[in-house]
């Protein structure tokens, strides 16, 4: 299905790395299960703060593309955040179907680490960079490293710049974007529908992979 093999987790690229999309949509086909009943993409963070702002961007993002086909909790306009994370989890799991959770959220870290994405299997702990107790959330984790951490972590991420937020954003929600037309195209392909093949590979094609 992939044209990129063994991308293990976890892992790590800067958002502005040579076709960063193409790569992390190869890592999301190879780790996510496009084709689960319950996908569902948590996308955590405040509006209130820049550079918490990388989930609520990502989620607004995707929900903006009416060809993105998955379930995605927290945008700019509701975000999902410290104060209704706990009732949200809840009520994710208050389904006869449980869901696969992509959790999506900003970070801090060493000053190398600046403006990478990185993935890795298991839950996100929320609020861990600023000493909040929340509880984790998700079955693969996304993070944004946004700013450096190690020192008064709160005013840090209230001073990071809502460029690398919105940057880093815009490279996630557009390799989630392209993985799942990938799967629709492979799913078109094994099921010989080659009539919409055309259609599938201009939607793809169209997207800028850089």
Not at 27 to 50: A, K, Q, V
Not at 150 to 164: A, K, P, S
């Amino acid at each position: 299905m992939n044209t990129i093999p063994n991308l293990l987790l976890p892992y790590s690229l800067h958002h502005e790395s040579k076709n960063a999309v193409w790569q992390l949509s190869t890592l999301f086909l190879e780790h996510i299960p496009f084709h689960h009943e319950r996908l569902i993409f948590c996308c955590i963070g405040s509006d209130r703060c820049t550079g918490d702002t990388l989930g609520p961007l990502t989620g607004s993002f995707l929900k903006k593309s009416v060809s993105f086909p998955y379930d995605v909790v927290g945008s700019l306009e509701d975000p999902l955040h410290a104060l209704n994370l706990d009732a949200t989890i809840q009520q994710l799991h208050n389904h006869t179907t449980k869901p696969f959770i992509i959790a999506i959220d900003a970070c801090l870290g060493s000053e190398q680490n600046v403006g990478h994405i990185s993935v890795q299997s298991g839950p996100i702990f929320p609020g861990k960079a600023v000493k909040k107790q929340l509880p984790p959330i998700g079955d693969i984790s996304v993070k944004g490293i946004v700013n450096i951490g190690g020192f008064m972590e709160m005013l840090v991420l209230q001073n990071t710049r809502l460029h690398i937020s919105y940057a880093m954003a815009e490279k996630l929600s557009r390799a989630l974007l392209l993985a799942a037309h990938r799967f629709s195209l492979k799913s078109i392909e094994d099921s010989d529908h080659n009539t919409d093949n055309d259609d599938t590979w201009q939607q793809v094609s169209s997207l800028d992979l850089g």
